[in-house]
């Protein structure tokens, strides 16, 4: 009996493996850049510097379009993070500028990265709508608290799809009470502001 055949397949094997496994490690690792430039841009838009969040959002895409590239077949597990901090970026920063959130054709990003930063992009939104309630415009508050309110419940039913898209579930089960949260203080704000116009009026 021979095993020369065995060998021979292997050989392949260990070849092919040790291919996946070198894509995989540059992938993981250069893919970081990616995701550090979305949270720049995140942040950016928090501070309301849209500037400096298109540029780095446009410097995610560039490098993002790359990793793509390597990203096949048993790869494209690994990119799912950075695409859906790109998604996540890419939508902030159209609801900062009152556009069109782009859809996943455009993001040019896979399903799964689509919907999970979606859903991370709602807590996004709470903490923009507790922002502009800061400051007192409770007219702002109200129009982002509106597309939270729409992008969860246009989400909830992802939920199903849990063992496909990981983390959908979990996700959407936070984004509930993200947006109650958000609910109740606008609710408490808007109240608070009515009060303080009756009672000026009351006292001319």
Do not use: W
């Not at 070198?22 to 690792?29: G, P, Q, V, Y």
């Not at 850049?33 to 309301?48: A, F, N, P």
């Not at 900062?96 to 930063?117: A, C, H, Q, R, T």
């Amino acid at each position: 009996m021979s095993l020369r055949n065995i060998k021979s397949s292997l050989n392949k094997i260990a070849k092919s493996l040790s291919d996946i496994q070198d894509a995989r490690e540059f992938l993981l690792k250069n893919t970081r850049e990616v995701i550090i430039l979305c949270s720049r841009s995140i942040i950016s838009v928090h501070k309301g510097d849209i500037k400096s969040a298109k540029n780095n959002l446009k410097q995610a895409e560039i490098l993002l379009k790359k990793y793509q590239k390597k990203a096949t077949d048993d790869l494209r597990k690994y990119i799912i993070t950075p695409e859906q901090e790109f998604v996540e970026a890419a939508c902030l920063v159209a609801i900062f500028e009152k556009k069109e959130i782009p859809d996943e054709k455009k993001l040019n990003v896979m399903p799964e990265s689509y919907i999970l930063g979606l859903l991370d992009c709602v807590g996004e939104l709470k903490r923009m709508v507790f922002d502009k309630i800061r400051i007192g415009d409770i007219d702002e508050a109200i129009r982002i608290f509106d597309i939270m309110e729409t992008l969860y419940l246009e989400l909830y039913p992802f939920s199903m799809y849990d063992k496909v898209v990981k983390e959908s579930r979990r996700k959407i089960d936070v984004n509930r009470i993200l947006v109650e949260d958000a609910r109740g203080a606008i609710t408490e704000e808007k109240r608070r502001s009515d009060l303080i116009k009756a009672l000026s009026k009351f006292q001319k």
